[in-house]
């Protein structure tokens, strides 16, 4: 296994340790938890940038890495849920959207393509991670708190347009945009072509 998808397994292995330090009670588990957090968001862009530089981009990378960054962030969402921080409606919108998101990148990939992240994807991606800093430490800064909610609200408004962005785009590749029908060329009945010559030989 190669470095990028070894971080991305790394981040995997985090998403166990941050539940479990978020949904347990004991003194700065606001600051631990949002270390462990963002530790595991900055090998989601490390594990990118060493595959392009390295020029070791795979199937199981390309499958691999944007599963381990909806497990990361639906796994903090419903923790933020289950403390009482965040609504639980809107939560369910962002998980819906990022399963539902995983579904077609697997379609997608069974079918030979790949679908690739759109900006509106990256953009939601760290709204997600400025959302859950500011919710978790604004346990312990109430100006945090007011911007953690706003960019909440920002987050599921990102989250719904990127989901009608990749359904186009699946659309697209699966072929489903009518394509413009060309008027057929017409030829004539019959077409009398010249056939070359060939030298017959003769029998003396």
Avoid: C
Wanted: no cysteine.
């Amino acid at each position: 296994m190669n470095l990028p998808n070894s971080l991305t397994v790394f981040r995997i292995f985090l998403i166990p340790l941050l539940i479990v330090v978020l949904l347990t009670r004991f003194p700065s588990k606001e600051f631990i938890g949002v270390a462990i957090f963002l530790a595991a968001a900055l090998t989601d862009w490390l594990d990118g940038y060493l595959a392009r530089r390295r020029q070791q981009i795979t199937t199981l990378g390309t499958w691999l890495d944007p599963l381990a960054d909806k497990l990361l962030v639906t796994s903090a969402f419903i923790a933020l849920v289950e403390m009482g921080l965040a609504p639980a409606w809107m939560v369910v919108i962002i998980v819906g959207r990022e399963v539902a998101v995983t579904g077609l990148r697997n379609i997608a990939l069974a079918k030979g393509t790949a679908i690739e992240v759109s900006e509106l994807g990256k953009a939601k991606m760290a709204t997600q991670v400025v959302t859950i800093t500011a919710i978790i430490l604004g346990i312990r800064f109430a100006p945090l708190e007011t911007l953690g909610q706003w960019a909440l609200w920002l987050t599921v408004i990102l989250a719904l347009a990127s989901a009608v962005e990749y359904f186009r785009s699946f659309w697209v590749q699966m072929g489903g945009s009518p394509k413009q029908s060309r008027p057929a060329e017409r030829r004539p009945l019959l077409e009398f072509t010249e056939t070359p010559k060939r030298d017959v030989p003769t029998h003396r």
